[in-house]
């Protein structure tokens, strides 16, 4: 029992001192209970060892301790890791290395751990870690991506949206100018022939009469045709315009036009026709408005009316 008692505890040899101890008794604290754990005395016996021979004894007690110890095989520990990550559904490639302060890193390999007073660590590098991450995380960097480009697309669309609306609103005032202008041409001429028949005694005159008549009649198909140019307006985006082309006499289509803004006593309007050519081909309204939008203008804006 001695003996195995002995070989329980190791002997020892200090580094400083050339002496070996070694256990030749074991007392434990509680007989009557002997367990592993149990607390228990020891006496230790010393030999003084010469100092030629500690080398050699050194040597015979680490290769004795060697034996002793199981060496660390890295790759049976990598399978073990291995099972482990795949467990927690961790596909990573890595390898294991065993590291001191005092060694440099070199390629994977296992060593014998002897008794020593070196620290001794498994370090594990991992070589995959960034295609890893990037196989992790691309499912929400592509869900991610496709919100990007989904808001991208809405304030695209939102743009687009709101340029075409300051388009329509553009083109409603011009519109809005235009018709008044449009409108508020014959109702000037309007009240100036129903002036000169009421208050110039022009309706006791037969002639100026039927002039501001035909007048009057002339202006009112002009409106008319006006409102059905309003109806028409609905139909553009269905079918292109079209323009009636006709063959007119330039006199008998600029001379009633002048003749409604001469109505009023203080516009003079001179006309010279200086065309080779008696008959043209034109659209008639489109002609009749462009001369009247251009009388109007003259009139309004210019300093002597003539």
Same mark, same amino acid.
């Given at each position: 029992?001695?003996?195995?008692? /002995?070989?329980?505890?190791?002997?020892?040899? %200090?580094?400083?001192?050339?002496?070996?101890?070694?256990?030749?008794?074991?007392?434990?604290?509680?007989?009557?209970?002997?367990?592993?754990?149990?607390?228990?005395?020891? !006496?230790?016996?010393?030999?003084?060892?010469?100092?030629?021979? #500690?080398?050699?004894?050194?040597?015979?007690? !680490?290769?004795?301790?060697? $034996?002793?110890?199981? +060496?660390?095989?890295? @790759?049976?520990? %990598?399978?073990?890791?291995?099972?482990?990550?795949?467990?927690?559904?961790?596909? &990573?490639?890595?390898?294991?290395?065993?590291?001191?302060?005092?060694?440099? &890193?070199?390629? +994977?390999?296992?060593?014998?751990?002897?008794? *020593?007073?070196?620290?001794?660590?498994?370090?594990?590098?991992? +070589?995959?870690?960034?295609?890893?991450?990037?196989? /992790?995380?691309?499912?929400? #960097?592509?869900?991610?991506?496709?919100?990007? =480009? $989904? %808001?991208?697309?809405? $304030?695209?669309?939102?743009?687009? +949206?709101?340029?075409? /609306?300051?388009?329509?609103?553009? =083109?409603?005032?011009?519109?809005?100018?235009?018709?008044?202008?449009? =409108?508020?041409?014959?109702?000037?001429? #309007?009240? %100036? *022939?129903?002036?000169?028949? $009421?208050?110039?005694?022009?309706?006791?005159?037969?002639?100026?009469?039927?002039?501001?008549?035909?007048?009057?009649?002339?202006?009112?198909? @002009?409106?008319?045709?006006?409102?059905?140019?309003?109806?028409?307006?609905?139909?553009?985006?269905?079918?292109?315009?079209?323009?009636?082309?006709?063959?007119?006499?330039?006199?008998?289509?600029?001379?009633?036009?002048? *003749?409604?803004?001469?109505?009023?006593?203080?516009?003079?309007?001179?006309?010279?026709? /200086?065309?080779?050519?008696?008959?043209?081909?034109?659209?008639?309204?489109?002609?009749?408005?462009?001369?009247?939008?251009?009388?109007?203008?003259?009139?309004?804006?210019?300093?002597?009316?003539?």
């Amino acid at each position: 029992m001695e003996q195995i008692d /002995q070989l329980n505890i190791p002997p020892i040899i %200090s580094s400083n001192d050339p002496t070996l101890y070694y256990t030749t008794k074991k007392e434990y604290n509680n007989p009557g209970n002997i367990a592993k754990d149990s607390s228990y005395s020891a !006496t230790m016996k010393s030999i003084k060892i010469p100092e030629k021979q #500690l080398p050699e004894l050194r040597a015979v007690f !680490t290769k004795v301790f060697a $034996l002793t110890m199981k +060496t660390v095989n890295l @790759k049976d520990l %990598s399978s073990i890791v291995k099972k482990e990550l795949i467990k927690k559904n961790l596909d &990573l490639d890595f390898k294991l290395f065993l590291v001191n302060k005092n060694v440099p &890193l070199k390629d +994977t390999f296992y060593i014998p751990v002897h008794i *020593s007073k070196k620290d001794l660590w498994v370090k594990a590098e991992v +070589t995959n870690l960034n295609a890893y991450i990037f196989k /992790q995380n691309l499912i929400p #960097l592509l869900i991610s991506l496709i919100l990007i =480009l $989904l %808001s991208a697309g809405s $304030l695209y669309f939102m743009a687009i +949206t709101i340029r075409r /609306q300051l388009k329509l609103d553009d =083109l409603k005032n011009d519109f809005i100018n235009n018709m008044t202008h449009e =409108l508020r041409t014959p109702i000037s001429i #309007l009240k %100036s *022939s129903n002036e000169a028949l $009421l208050h110039f005694n022009a309706i006791n005159d037969p002639d100026k009469a039927e002039r501001y008549l035909k007048i009057n009649d002339d202006i009112l198909n @002009k409106l008319d045709h006006n409102v059905d140019r309003i109806l028409d307006i609905a139909q553009f985006n269905i079918q292109k315009p079209s323009v009636n082309l006709v063959k007119v006499i330039p006199d008998e289509l600029i001379i009633p036009v002048i *003749s409604r803004f001469t109505v009023n006593r203080n516009v003079k309007i001179e006309y010279s026709n /200086q065309l080779k050519d008696h008959e043209i081909y034109t659209d008639p309204y489109i002609i009749d408005t462009i001369l009247s939008n251009l009388f109007d203008n003259s009139i309004k804006y210019s300093r002597e009316k003539k």
